[in-house]
């Protein structure tokens, strides 16, 4: 079992910046598991933002998000951040991070999840 926590969410304005972290517990991420950031909406799906792979050295983003946020992988403090640049009021949504062993862009395939984190950006 993997219990994931986010943090870092918060109100910020457009053309600014905000640094998301998902601390994982329960068991170590290990290069098994890749991580990922989706984010959602009221009355829309969650929606793929970034992931990186379980070593770390690979990532995929969205193209909404490539060029200005950026993934990475602490194997060893168990954490992952999502480095959030030159933020869009377009942005604004809850942030949840996701883990499973394969990659996929669609929310539906990822077995962890945590509780989300908010994110506002004002125009």
């Known amino acids: 079992q993997v219990q994931l926590v986010e943090s870092g969410g918060g109100l910020v304005q457009a053309g600014g910046s905000l640094r998301l972290s998902c601390a994982a517990s329960?068991?170590?991420?290990?290069?098994?598991?890749?991580l990922a950031w989706f984010r959602q909406t009221p009355g829309k799906e969650r929606e793929f933002v970034a992931a990186?792979?379980?070593?770390?050295?690979?990532?995929w983003y969205a193209d909404s998000v490539k060029g200005r946020f950026d993934i990475s992988k602490d194997n060893a403090k168990n954490t992952a951040t999502l480095q959030m640049n030159n933020l869009k009021p377009d942005d604004t949504a809850i942030h949840y991070c996701a883990s499973d062993t394969l990659f996929s862009r669609s929310a539906n395939q990822y077995e962890y999840w945590g509780q989300g984190t908010q994110v506002t950006v004002s125009g």
């Open positions: 329960g068991r170590t991420f290990g290069i098994t598991y890749l």
């Open positions: 990186v792979s379980g070593k770390g050295g690979t990532q």
